[in-house]
């Protein structure tokens, strides 16, 4: 979610985005050998942050903004949150 600033006359709004779930699972699978598909030290990414205007928000900046760049981790909540 991000506020779109006004453009008078109309007032700021709410835009929501989305995220390629099946992407996002994608890059939290670890590869044979223990090594994530994708880290922060990789060129790999998470998968962005879409929004209907187009405006896109990188997933690893989105992530490091949340807070949530362990790989490890979220595929433990991940698998956790569904058992």
Known sequence: MRIVPPAPPAPAKLELGHVD????????QPRPGGMFTASSANTSSFPPTVFPSGFIVAGN???????????????????????
Do not use: N, P, V
Not at 66 to 77: F, K, N, V, W
């Open 21 to 28: 779930s099946a992407a996002y699972i994608a890059c939290l």
């Open 61 to 83: 900046e989105r992530q490091a903004s949340l807070g949530m760049t362990d790989r490890a981790a979220l595929l433990r909540e991940m698998r956790d949150g569904t058992s």
